[in-house]
């Protein structure tokens, strides 16, 4: 039988843990951990994940330093803020929410996070110390929603060691570090991208496949093996009719319905990666505030 894996739950647990963890750390050091928010602009959908990030990290005993910038906001007054922010003692992790407006160079200002405070795992050298040290876990803030995959790989009970993995997309939030990741558990990873030739034929032979791509269902049932684990991190909003009216409807990049007979093991969309993500941000921002108590 297909298991579904239940990402809200799995997040829950780790929330869970994240939650007594901070409460031990305030009785012990009488401080909690502080994530600074940045956010530009009303983008809707930005708006939907600050708020659901804030929430998550409230619930947690994380304190927010909400910062809701204006659309117009410069380059240059956006560094001054994050240069403030990497200076702010009761500021462990800083979020800058992307995507930013065109007018800003979004690399420009995640290089200008303190790679202390790094609470999205994005600053080249926590990319370096990704890609270089030994393990994933430790002390390394680490992209959220590939380490949130790989806590449900790791939840599965399967050895990773010598498994087939397809990951398709080769992006610097997902594709890559997720590539990482599971190089390190020992897992034979294979990178496909929008150039990848005979793309159905290399995931047919994954033991494991990863799709962050965002072409909604683009993988379908003859693109996955038989009892292969398969992880969906694309989201995206498609139009359906429903009753007569038009209506939008979240779906990931893989062909649910065909392919949960198929799998072994499932995430489904939404409830599958996206709260993992959300919740291994909580983890990066209390590994930040733990790292500072022990330096
Ligand atoms: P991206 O656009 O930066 O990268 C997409 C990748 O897919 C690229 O490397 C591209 O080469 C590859 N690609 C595009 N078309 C392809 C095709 N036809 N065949 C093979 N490869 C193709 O996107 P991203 O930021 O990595 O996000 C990917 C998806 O994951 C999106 O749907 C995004 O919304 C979603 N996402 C979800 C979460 C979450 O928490 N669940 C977090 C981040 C991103």
Redesign the pocket.
Known sequence: MTKVINGKELAQDLRNKLKEEIINLKAKYNKVPGLAVVQIGNVAASSVYVKAKTKSAKEVGIEIIDHHLDQEISELNLIKLIKKLNNQDNVNGILVQLPLPNHINEQIILDTIHPDKDADGFHPLNVGKLSISATNDENLLIPC?PYGCLLMLRGLNVDLKGKNVVV????N???KPMAQLLLKESCTVTI???K?KE?SKLCRDADILIA????PE?VREDWVKNGAIVID????RIDIEEDGKLKTKLVG?VLYSEVESKASAITPVPGG??PM?IACLLRNTTIAFKNKLSN
């Open positions: 929603t398709i997309g080769r992006s939030i997902v594709g496909a991208h929008s990848t793309l962050a791509v965002g072409r683009i991190v694309g989201i995206n990049d990666v996206g993500t």
